[in-house]
């Protein structure tokens, strides 16, 4: 029952971010006559309504971390359903407030009519370099119009999938209902590929005896703990993060490989970690 009144809540959160994302979206177009959700760059990634997307989902985002519940799959279809209103709601005001001829377009045309007319004719223009300068002239979509609102639907939706993946996907406790807090990270970096096999091959080692707290000290020394990106080539990261209501504890092993870029990839197979009831610290 408190899930059910919680999932409410939350959905409450996205509904009002929403509505506000709808609003600031008109405002923009109304007052720079640029409609910011429907940019698209190369014509086919829908930037515009992608960006507004996660802005009108962020509500389900601070929400869930706000109530620390964890929003179940049946979330999701609330969030791809108040997205597809928002894409309506959009559209909707600027039906509203369309005026043609000194009368409002909905003395003319329903909303329906309407949007069918505004999807067949939309067009689209090339804008190119730093000043979008207008490149040629603009091209009717007809039909394709319907695509390219489905693209932008897909694109407003995406955010609300992107940030519910996210949520699902960080450490929760199932026991007191609450998300896992950091409690700190720590990086080693090395030249040593042997010393880096030895490190791995020990940490398993202890993760399978649950000595977490020998892995702490073992990373200490495992490496320098400052970055040096003409010398070293891994990087080794612990991760803490506990349940602040039962102190049950996470620790995670992550390995890192420089690449061409002078940055880090992450090699997923040598990742580990494992929960614990021990109190565990950086500071032992
Ligand atoms: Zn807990």
Redesign the pocket.
């Known amino acids: 029952m408190k899930n059910i009144f919680k999932d409410v809540l939350i959905t409450l959160f996205g509904a009002v971010t929403s509505l506000l994302t709808a609003f600031i979206l008109y405002w923009v177009e109304s007052r720079w006559s640029m409609s910011f959700y429907s940019l698209m760059i190369w014509f086919i990634i829908p930037a515009g309504a992608g960006v507004s997307g996660f802005a009108a989902a962020s509500g389900y985002y601070f929400g869930a971390r706000f109530f620390n519940h964890k929003p179940r799959k049946i979330i999701l279809l609330n969030m791809l359903a108040v997205s597809f209103g928002t894409y309506l709601f959009i559209q909707y005001l600027d039906y509203s407030f369309l005026e043609v001829e000194g009368k409002s377009v909905a003395h003319y045309l329903s909303f329906w009519e309407y949007l069918d007319i505004s999807m067949t004719n939309t067009s689209v223009q090339i804008r190119a370099g730093r000043g979008h300068v207008k490149v040629g002239n603009a091209v009717e979509l007809q039909g394709l119009g319907y695509v390219y609102a489905l693209l932008q639907v897909i694109g407003f939706a995406l955010g609300s999938f992107v940030l519910h993946l996210y949520l699902s996907t960080r450490l929760y406790?199932e026991?007191?209902l609450?998300y896992f807090s950091s409690k700190g990270n720590a990086s080693r970096y090395t030249d040593n590929k042997e010393a880096l096999a030895d490190f791995i091959k020990k940490a398993i080692n202890l993760l399978e005896k649950h000595n977490l707290t020998e892995i702490i000290s073992l990373h200490a020394e495992a490496g320098s703990s400052k970055c040096d990106l003409k010398k070293h080539y891994f990087k080794t990261d612990l991760n803490l993060k506990s349940?602040?209501?039962?102190?049950?504890h996470h620790l995670s092993v992550n390995v890192f490989k420089k690449n061409g870029k002078d940055d880090w990839d992450e090699i997923h197979d040598l990742s580990i970690g494992a929960m614990s009831m021990k109190e565990l610290s950086f500071k032992n």
Do not use: L
């Open positions: 406790c026991k007191c609450r349940c602040k209501e039962c102190g049950k």
